[in-house]
Each structure stands twice: as C-alpha cells, then as structure tokens.
C-alpha cells in the first residue's frame, strides 16, 4: 500500500505537520507494511513557512516585527532549499492568532510588522519573495506594509495617516519617492488562500472582517475606506487594485503591495503543490489523505483539501478527507472529489472538544479508517 498524507493545518488545534502525523501514525498501526508519505500542505496561512521549507530543505529564521497592535514581537520568515527564494507568512508579524479574542478589530490593527519583514529581507539581498496571505487580523488593504516600506501615506496636513483600516478615509495624498530601493528590483509572488477581490460584496471587508471582529457598521466604514484607499492609489499610483482575484485575501494586504512592487498573484495550494513535488509523490499511490479545521463552502475556493482532491481526481487515485468540522450542506460541495469525508465533530464529539482534544480524536478516526481501508471498504461505508 502506497498513502499520501497531504493535510493543512487544523487552525486553534493543530499544525498541518501534526495532522499529517497523527493520521500516518494510525495508518502504521493498523498496516504496518504500508509506505506512508507525508506532505504537510498549506496554502497561505498559518504553516505556510513550516510547509515549504520543510519541503525544500530550508532554513527558518527569526526577526523582531511589529505585531497588529504595534507591539514588537519575534516574527520569522523562510529560505527555501534552493537558498534563493523567501517565504514570508504574513500571518507571522500580522496574524489573527497574536490578537487576543476581546482586542480584536480590523478597524486598528495594521500590516505594519510584515512590510518591516519584507524590508529586512530585502536589506539581505534576497529578490524572491513569496508572501502568504492568510489567518489575517487586519482589513487595511496593506497600507501598513505600505509604510513600513517607505510609502507615505499622506492626510490632508502632510503627515502620515495612522495606523489601522478606520484611518484610511484620511488618507489625500500619495508620495512613493522614497519607497525602499530594493523593492524595486525583486518581485513578490501573493499565495492567496480565497479569490476574493478587495471591495464588493465577495471584497476583504464585506466577507472577512466580521471573522476579526467587526461589527456590521464597521464592515461598511471599512468597505468606504478601502474604496477610498482603492481610488487613491489609482489616482496616485496608475494602478487599479479593486478587482484583483486574491487581492481580498489578508484583508487587502496583496491589494496595497501590488501597486508598489513587481508581482503576480498564485492561489496558494498551486504553489504548494508545485514547490513540495506532490504530483510525483502521487504516481501510483493507493490513496491519498488531506484535510482541514473546517470544510464550507469557501473550502472549494483555493483552499488545501479542494487543490489536493483536483489533483488527485486528475491522476485518478482516491481521496479521504479529515475535517474538525463540516458546515452544514457543504458536503454537497465534495461528492465530485472525495470517496469519504471524515469529522471529528459528531453527536457525541462537541466542537469545543474536538478542538481540545484534535490528536486523540484524529488518531481514533484515523485508525477506524485504516482498518476499513485494510478490509477493502472504506469506500463503500
């Protein structure tokens, strides 16, 4: 037997590389004599470092950067194998997870911390950069990052706007002269987890805010700012940000970057997929597994257990799918991709515990699965 592990991570319980774990270990316990390739996925998010380097024989490395509340804490970036490309997740420096559940609210947190990353690594030398846009605590459009990359952001006295999505209707001028030299000689590659763009209906404020804390009359004080910051740059700047696929990912943080550096925008599990070899390692596999702290419907756009099911639809080999939770209905979404949806959530199993407890829970549903896999139906229950 032949199994591929290839999970994300189970946001708030446990790394993709812990899940890929606990599954590989059940297998092993029930078939022995299997060959169990893990491949830790991510595609953007949380992990997303961890992943690729792992992947690649890289290095991870630590600097000091400014965390959504302006506090200065010891964010890390990658090198991957080829000793020559960055990853930065932007979740590092700017991550929903540095912000404690009663202070969180995109209207003052900033992408600041991950321009002063990008800084640090281009001071380095380095010219390749993937940056991850994911797990974001922030809706300023990347006008932090922007500033902290030498952009000035000015109000209508010719001072710097502050930080934080609500300052953003401030915002008059423009003023790219001193923009950090090297950024003009490297490009950027945006690993985006959604589609989204930066404004309307599916836009960063109007679908995501509300997850870092937004009320219903901030999410349209926010949707107003980044209208008004989208206009600005293209007055400003020359460039249209406002429609970008990706560009909504991160709170807008690829939006804002984008108008001042060479770019392009990559859905995150391409890349990923791409950089840790996971189409070879799936020649003539018997199955393969991934997963995700939840499956709904935003699942099937862009992110890990949807990229990996297509992939392994289009080389024919079997898919399984662990998820923490399942959104009602979102089954539906999957029948085309996976022989079997697996959750840890159940009518004995509260979401709360299955968070708790995720590596007991996930390692029982592993082993019940592998020894219906061993008997020959696991595809059939």
Same mark, same amino acid.
């Given at each position: 037997?032949?199994?591929?592990?290839?999970?994300?991570?189970?946001?708030?319980?446990?790394?993709?590389?812990?899940?890929?774990?606990?599954?590989?270990?059940? =297998?092993?316990?029930?078939?022995?004599? /299997?060959?169990?390739?893990?491949?830790?996925?991510?595609?953007?998010?949380?992990?997303?470092?961890?992943?690729?380097?792992?992947?690649?024989? %890289?290095?991870?490395?630590?600097? =000091?950067?400014?965390?959504?509340?302006?506090?200065? @804490?010891?964010?890390?970036?990658?090198?991957?194998?080829?000793?020559?490309?960055?990853?930065?997740?932007?979740?590092?420096?700017?991550?929903?997870?540095?912000?404690?559940?009663?202070?969180?609210?995109?209207?003052?947190?900033?992408?600041?911390?991950?321009?002063?990353?990008?800084?640090?690594?281009?001071?380095?030398?380095?010219?390749? @950069?993937?940056?991850?846009?994911?797990?974001?605590?922030?809706?300023?459009?990347?006008?932090?990052?922007?500033?902290?990359?030498?952009?000035?952001?000015?109000?209508?006295? %010719?001072?710097?706007?502050?930080? %934080?999505?609500?300052?953003?209707?401030?915002?008059? *001028?423009?003023?790219?002269?001193?923009?950090?030299?090297?950024?003009?000689?490297?490009? +950027?590659? =945006?690993? #985006?987890?959604?589609?989204?763009?930066?404004?309307?209906?599916?836009?960063?404020?109007?679908?995501?805010?509300?997850?870092?804390?937004?009320?219903?009359?901030?999410?349209? @004080?926010?949707?107003?700012?980044?209208?008004?910051?989208?206009?600005?740059?293209?007055?400003? +700047?020359?460039?249209?940000?406002?429609?970008?696929?990706?560009? %909504?990912?991160?709170?807008?943080?690829?939006?804002?970057?984008?108008?001042?550096?060479?770019?392009?925008?990559?859905?995150?599990?391409?890349?990923? +997929?791409?950089?840790?070899?996971?189409?070879?390692?799936?020649?003539?596999?018997?199955?393969?597994?991934?997963?995700?702290?939840?499956?709904? =419907?935003?699942?099937?756009?862009?992110?890990?257990?949807?990229?990996?099911?297509?992939?392994?639809?289009?080389?024919?080999?079997?898919?399984?799918?662990?998820?923490?939770?399942?959104?009602?209905?979102?089954?539906?979404?999957?029948?085309? #991709?996976? *022989? *079997?949806?697996?959750?840890?959530?159940?009518?004995?199993?509260?979401?709360?515990?299955?968070?708790?407890?995720?590596?007991?829970?996930?390692? /029982?549903?592993?082993?019940?699965?592998?020894?219906?896999? *061993?008997?020959?139906?696991?595809?059939?229950?």
């Amino acid at each position: 037997m032949k199994i591929v592990i290839a999970p994300d991570s189970f946001k708030g319980s446990l790394s993709s590389i812990l899940v890929a774990d606990a599954i590989g270990q059940s =297998f092993r316990k029930i078939i022995p004599g /299997s060959e169990i390739i893990k491949m830790p996925m991510a595609d953007g998010g949380e992990g997303t470092v961890e992943c690729m380097v792992g992947a690649t024989g %890289g290095k991870i490395f630590r600097e =000091f950067a400014t965390d959504p509340l302006g506090k200065v @804490i010891n964010a890390h970036f990658g090198v991957l194998g080829d000793e020559d490309t960055v990853i930065i997740e932007m979740a590092s420096a700017s991550g929903i997870i540095l912000v404690p559940g009663e202070k969180r609210n995109p209207l003052y947190t900033t992408t600041y911390g991950t321009g002063e990353l990008i800084r640090k690594v281009l001071e380095k030398g380095y010219k390749k @950069i993937i940056l991850g846009l994911g797990g974001s605590a922030t809706t300023d459009g990347g006008a932090g990052a922007m500033q902290a990359l030498g952009v000035k952001l000015l109000d209508s006295a %010719g001072v710097n706007i502050k930080q %934080g999505g609500v300052f953003l209707k401030d915002l008059e *001028k423009i003023d790219t002269s001193e923009v950090n030299k090297n950024l003009q000689k490297a490009e +950027i590659t =945006f690993m #985006y987890d959604v589609e989204n763009p930066l404004l309307g209906e599916k836009g960063a404020a109007k679908v995501y805010s509300p997850q870092k804390g937004a009320s219903a009359k901030e999410v349209q @004080i926010l949707e107003e700012n980044l209208t008004h910051f989208s206009r600005i740059i293209k007055r400003d +700047i020359g460039k249209d940000i406002s429609d970008i696929p990706g560009s %909504g990912a991160a709170g807008g943080l690829g939006a804002g970057l984008s108008a001042i550096c060479n770019s392009k925008f990559i859905p995150g599990i391409q890349l990923a +997929i791409k950089v840790t070899g996971l189409k070879r390692h799936l020649k003539n596999a018997d199955m393969i597994i991934t997963g995700e702290g939840e499956l709904n =419907f935003q699942s099937m756009f862009g992110k890990v257990p949807a990229g990996v099911a297509k992939l392994a639809k289009e080389m024919k080999v079997p898919a399984i799918c662990f998820a923490g939770n399942i959104e009602r209905n979102s089954e539906k979404l999957y029948k085309d #991709y996976f *022989k *079997k949806i697996i959750c840890l959530v159940s009518s004995d199993i509260s979401k709360e515990d299955a968070i708790k407890n995720a590596s007991l829970i996930l390692s /029982s549903k592993a082993e019940e699965a592998a020894l219906l896999f *061993k008997k020959g139906v696991l595809f059939e229950t």
